[in-house]
């Protein structure tokens, strides 16, 4: 079986913890930050960050067509937190118009952004997790949660009442941030996907 190569949006955000955590999970993984180079992998990793920041950036290196063909395609793409956001259909409190967070429609769901962050900026949770063994010690940052979902997607995980972890097809995005806890089994589950 040959390993897939996964890329990391490097745009901003948290890259390195996900290139260490899909190279323990098993893949191959290098940064993108080019077209040529989004061209390149088989898969690809949305970070945690600044969803906004993230949209002007793909905006401006004109990646934001590219990467939304190549995910319309079936390119399988995991997102955490910010990640999560760029994946939806569709963004509620996406940010200020010409500055706002852009979806770019990888999963079937509507993602309210900074959702859990009016309440406290950040928590940290154990949650029960579909497909992983045993409870994943779960890191929100001003976090987003999904507020509906598509006939096809999946849901993983909650917390507090709210959708916090989901999957269409070999895409999946989390609200928290499992490139952070040293726990490499969300990232495996991706990994393993893509070679089904
Ligand atoms: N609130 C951030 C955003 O809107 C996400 C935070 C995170 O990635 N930890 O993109």
Redesign the pocket.
Known sequence: MSTSHVGVLALQ?DTREHLAALREAGAEASTVRRLSELEAVDALVI????????SHLLRELDLLEPLRSRLADGMPAYG????M?LLASEILDA?VAGRD?TPLKGIDMTVR??AF?RQVDSFEDDIAFEGVDGPVHAVF????WVERVGPQVQVLAEAGGHIVAVRQGKTVATAF?PEMTGDRRIHKLFVDLLTE
């Not at 955490?80 to 990640?83: F, I, N, T």
């Not at 940052?141 to 987003?144: D, K, L, N, V």
């Open positions: 955000g970070p945690g960050g600044e969803s906004t920041a993230m955490s937190c910010a990640g956001i940010g967070a952004r900074n962050g940052i001003r976090a987003p941030h």
